[in-house]
T-cell receptor, first 111, second 114 residues
Framework: GQQLNQSPQSMFIQEGEDVSMNCTSS?????WLWYKQEPGEGPVLLIA?????ELTSNGRLTAQFGITRKDSFLNISASIPSDVGIYFC???????????FGTGTRLTIIP | KAGVTQTPRYLIKTRGQQVTLSCSPI?????VSWYQQTPGQGLQFLFE???????NKGNFPGRFSGRQFSNSRSEMNVSTLELGDSALYLC?????????????FGPGTRLTVT
């Protein structure tokens, strides 16, 4: 099945560092969503984006809906230990509940 | 407000058996979608139900089926289990009203086929 290209695949950072990840698609989406998943749990919705160029924040998280509608970016500022997990992007089009997910970015914080 | 609940959380089955998984959406949510998550294929869309009707279907064989009840609760069934069906099965619910695409996931059912 289709998966969106997400990079980097994994990140090893120190607490307090900023994090950036991105997601690209060969087709356009009307909605971009970012989720975080921890071991043994389902994905938790972090941010939803509905308009090309939109920049939305949720605490230390900021996400952007790319102008071409084929990409999205997520930034995490001043990372803390509880940020550890796998981050997924997902694209969706209006009138269709199907989410197409990215390959995921695994974030590890080095003590 | 209670989140999406899935039962059971863990399941071990033998090849050739069938299995039924259950999902209760967030109150007021009428759309329920199912996803399969594996290390190799990631998160893949199985199907989506709205008002007891299947609206969308992913690229999975007919052994995978589902249904939705009048209270929006949903079940998915996998018949003639194969080893490759071992996965985390996730259910997500949404209001499915217009533009909003916010889907909320349950904790998943971990299915192991031996």
């Amino acid at each position: 099945g289709q998966q969106l290209n997400q990079s980097p695949q994994s990140m090893f950072i120190q607490e307090g560092e900023d994090v950036s990840m991105n997601c690209t698609s060969s087709s356009i989406f009307n909605t971009w969503l970012w989720y975080k998943q921890e071991p043994g749990e389902g994905p938790v919705l972090l941010i939803a984006l509905y308009k090309a160029g939109e920049l939305t924040s949720n605490g230390r998280l900021t996400a952007q809906f790319g102008i071409t509608r084929k990409d999205s970016f997520l930034n995490i500022s001043a990372s803390i230990p509880s940020d550890v997990g796998i981050y997924f992007c997902a694209g969706r089009n209006f009138g269709n509940e199907k989410l197409t997910f990215g390959t995921g970015t695994r974030l590890t914080i080095i003590p | 407000k209670a989140g999406v609940t899935q039962t059971p959380r863990y399941l071990i089955k033998t090849r050739g058996q069938q299995v039924t998984l259950s999902c209760s959406p967030i109150s007021g949510h009428r759309s329920v979608s199912w996803y399969q998550q594996t290390p190799g294929q990631g998160l893949q869309f199985l199907f989506e139900y709205f008002s007891e009707t299947q609206r969308n279907k992913g690229n999975f064989p007919g052994r995978f089926s589902g249904r939705q009840f009048s209270n929006s609760r949903s079940e998915m069934n996998v018949s003639t289990l194969e080893l490759g069906d071992s996965a985390l099965y996730l259910c997500a619910s949404s209001r499915s009203s217009g533009r909003t695409g916010e889907q909320y996931f349950g904790p998943g059912t971990r299915l192991t086929v031996t």
